[in-house]
């Protein structure tokens, strides 16, 4: 049976049951237990139109569920009115689902656990273990978010750039578990592509290219033991070079319309990194570049601090060092960074005593792990 | 959402505000005690916040490896000036300080007479997952 094209048509069944009247929730809650069905007897029999059977069956668990006369009158009275719906009314409806799961009243994690859940199609087991929390607690979180939009109106107009925070939060998270997340944040923002044809937007072009670029390194990022590779060490011929062509070529088609922003100034820097066929080939100046493009549009010390690494390799350490220094020192990796550049000066006393303490305020264990390496390695150094 | 680890010391941490120890509490108050854990843990279920709770055992050792073919060495039981950590609760919140705000919450539990403990509870956070995208 296909899981996947039960997660693809969830949206567009809710959709339609809000079109006829359904609150969001409820709706939500009988896609689930038709979806719940769908995978005891699709693998015995798998319909002839399956979109056909959900939105039947989840219209059978509405009705049971809401059996009082005054709503089965209301309900008959707007199915009545409203046309059935063709495939843009399909389409803007999985849009409106993308909006509503991405409402600004919503917490980010509350926002990325609806999306997964309504627009995804993953169960709350899959999201749970996703995200390491008890399937209760996530049963709980999804339950509240649609709470929370109880009050938003299905066809209310949304704003695209909280539904590009959200995938890229989803991208960003990684991937635990079963559910590849990185690969359903892509298939996600692929759809939502195809979907929105607002001329104003180029940023959902410049998501996807991002995330099509980073995924592209994956099977160069971790070694067989689960630690990290950094970039310069990366076996490029690892990376996944269909993904990196439909990446940029994502790009250069957002880029020819003239309305950058920030997710395509990082694919940018990214398509550059993809291009060099060994790290000593990088295009330094043209990253430093597009990191000052990025610092424009949004005036962030993280990006300052990498921004900083760029300029070290395209100008060399003293001249990273001094654009470090005008970085905000509490920024999370100041004092990676600020090792790294003082190991390339030459004054490897200072890195390793830098790499030690960036090592103790390391975010991550992988981090923590490379820095403690590096610190080892120049004391050997030191030593020998 | 971040994880956060909230940490009960049977010994170790600074004196509570209520410090009678709770052999000396009622009965009533023990159970009391034990009701507003297991509410607290119950309501951050319910707000999707709530991870895990262990209680552990006082008894213990502290045990290391002796050499090949021997067998490990154990050194216990645990000195009485020894930190002692009493159990734990893991929450997955939006912010440090719903945090804090939280274990607040969770060191308000009445002790003797009824009273909140104001007991010091460690706060400690995760290390957490690397991120995709790392330029």
Same mark, same amino acid.
């Given at each position: 049976?296909?899981?996947?094209?039960?997660?693809?048509?969830?949206?567009?069944?809710?959709?339609?049951?809000?079109?006829?009247?359904?609150?969001?929730?409820?709706?939500?809650?009988?896609?689930?237990?038709?979806? *719940?069905?769908?995978?005891?007897?699709?693998?015995?029999?798998?319909?002839?139109?399956?979109?056909?059977?959900?939105?039947?069956?989840?219209?059978?668990?509405?009705?049971?569920?809401?059996?009082?006369?005054?709503?089965?009158?209301?309900?008959?009275?707007?199915?009545?009115?409203?046309?059935?719906?063709?495939?843009?009314?399909?389409?803007?409806?999985?849009?409106?689902?993308?909006?509503?799961?991405?409402?600004?009243?919503?917490?980010?994690?509350?926002?990325?656990?609806?999306?997964?859940?309504?627009?995804?199609?993953?169960?709350?087991?899959?999201?749970?273990?996703?995200?390491?929390?008890?399937?209760?607690?996530?049963?709980?979180?999804?339950?509240?978010?649609?709470?929370?939009?109880?009050?938003?109106?299905?066809?209310?107009?949304?704003?695209?750039?909280?539904?590009?925070?959200?995938?890229?939060?989803?991208?960003?998270?990684?991937?635990?578990?079963?559910?590849?997340?990185?690969?359903?944040?892509?298939?996600?923002?692929?759809?939502?592509?195809?979907?929105?044809?607002?001329?104003?937007?180029?940023?959902?072009?410049?998501?996807?290219?991002?995330?099509?670029?980073?995924?592209?390194?994956?099977?160069?990022?971790?070694?067989?033991?689960?630690?990290?590779?950094?970039?310069?060490?990366?076996?490029?011929?690892?990376?996944?070079?269909?993904? *990196?062509?439909?990446?940029?070529?994502?790009?250069?088609?957002?880029?020819?319309?003239?309305?950058?922003?920030?997710?395509?100034?990082?694919?940018?820097?990214?398509?550059?990194?993809?291009?060099?066929?060994?790290?000593?080939?990088?295009?330094?100046?043209?990253?430093?570049?597009?990191?000052?493009?990025?610092?424009?549009?949004?005036?962030?010390?993280?990006?300052?601090?990498?921004?900083?690494?760029?300029?070290?390799?395209?100008?060399?350490?003293?001249?990273?060092?001094?654009?470090?220094?005008?970085?905000?020192?509490?920024?999370?990796?100041?004092?990676?960074?600020?090792?790294?550049?003082?190991?390339?000066?030459?004054? *490897?006393?200072?890195?390793?005593?830098?790499?030690?303490?960036?090592?103790?305020?390391?975010?991550?264990?992988?981090?923590?792990?490379?820095?403690?390496?590096?610190?080892?390695?120049?004391?050997?150094?030191?030593?020998? | 959402?971040?994880?956060?680890?909230?940490?009960?010391?049977?010994?170790?941490?600074?004196?509570?505000?209520?410090?009678?120890?709770?052999?000396?509490?009622?009965?009533?108050?023990?159970?009391?005690?034990?009701?507003?854990?297991?509410?607290?843990?119950?309501?951050?279920?319910?707000?999707?916040?709530?991870?895990?709770?262990?209680?552990?055992?006082?008894?213990?050792?502290?045990?290391?490896?002796?050499?090949?073919?021997?067998?490990?060495?154990?050194?216990?039981?645990?000195?009485?000036?020894?930190?002692? *950590?009493?159990?734990?609760?893991?929450?997955?919140?939006?912010?440090?300080?719903?945090?804090?705000?939280?274990?607040?919450?969770?060191?308000?539990?009445?002790?003797?007479?009824?009273?909140?403990?104001?007991?010091?509870?460690?706060?400690?956070?995760?290390?957490?997952?690397?991120?995709?995208?790392?330029?």
């Amino acid at each position: 049976m296909d899981e996947l094209l039960l997660r693809e048509l969830t949206p567009a069944v809710i959709g339609v049951l809000a079109r006829r009247g359904v609150d969001f929730a409820t709706a939500e809650d009988a896609v689930q237990e038709a979806l *719940i069905q769908a995978t005891e007897t699709w693998p015995d029999q798998q319909p002839a139109d399956p979109k056909g059977w959900l939105v039947t069956v989840a219209w059978r668990k509405f009705l049971d569920a809401h059996r009082s006369d005054a709503s089965r009158r209301d309900r008959e009275q707007r199915v009545a009115v409203e046309p059935p719906p063709g495939p843009t009314e399909a389409a803007d409806d999985t849009l409106q689902l993308f909006f509503l799961c991405a409402h600004p009243s919503l917490s980010p994690a509350s926002a990325v656990a609806l999306t997964l859940r309504a627009v995804g199609g993953l169960t709350t087991r899959q999201i749970a273990q996703a995200y390491l929390v008890p399937d209760a607690t996530m049963a709980q979180r999804i339950s509240r978010a649609k709470r929370t939009v109880r009050d938003v109106r299905f066809s209310e107009p949304g704003d695209l750039a909280t539904v590009l925070r959200v995938l890229y939060l989803i991208f960003n998270e990684g991937y635990t578990g079963d559910v590849d997340l990185a690969a359903e944040a892509i298939r996600l923002t692929r759809q939502l592509a195809s979907m929105t044809d607002d001329p104003d937007d180029t940023e959902t072009a410049g998501l996807l290219a991002l995330m099509l670029l980073h995924h592209a390194r994956r099977p160069a990022r971790t070694r067989r033991d689960g630690s990290l590779v950094p970039l310069a060490e990366q076996d490029r011929s690892r990376w996944n070079t269909s993904l *990196i062509a439909e990446g940029v070529a994502v790009l250069q088609t957002a880029l020819a319309r003239d309305r950058l922003g920030e997710f395509q100034a990082q694919a940018a820097i990214a398509a550059l990194h993809a291009d060099a066929p060994r790290a000593e080939e990088t295009d330094w100046p043209q990253i430093v570049g597009w990191y000052d493009e990025l610092l424009r549009l949004t005036e962030s010390p993280v990006v300052a601090l990498n921004r900083a690494v760029a300029i070290g390799e395209a100008d060399g350490p003293a001249a990273g060092l001094a654009a470090l220094a005008k970085v905000d020192p509490g920024v999370p990796r100041h004092t990676a960074a600020s090792a790294y550049l003082h190991e390339k000066a030459g004054d *490897i006393a200072t890195a390793a005593r830098l790499y030690a303490d960036a090592a103790r305020c390391a975010p991550n264990l992988a981090e923590r792990h490379h820095l403690t390496r590096q610190a080892a390695r120049i004391s050997q150094a030191l030593r020998g | 959402m971040a994880k956060y680890l909230l940490l009960k010391h049977y010994r170790g941490a600074p004196d509570a505000v209520n410090n009678v120890p709770m052999d000396q509490w009622t009965p009533q108050e023990i159970e009391d005690h034990v009701q507003y854990m297991n509410d607290f843990a119950a309501r951050l279920e319910t707000t999707g916040e709530y991870v895990d709770s262990q209680a552990l055992s006082p008894e213990g050792t502290f045990a290391r490896y002796d050499g090949e073919g021997r067998p490990p060495v154990t050194d216990g039981p645990f000195a009485e000036t020894k930190d002692l *950590i009493a159990g734990w609760m893991v929450i997955d919140v939006d912010t440090y300080e719903r945090a804090l705000e939280l274990a607040g919450e969770l060191s308000a539990a009445p002790g003797a007479g009824g009273n909140p403990i104001h007991e010091w509870l460690e706060l400690r956070p995760f290390l957490s997952a690397p991120p995709t995208v790392t330029e």
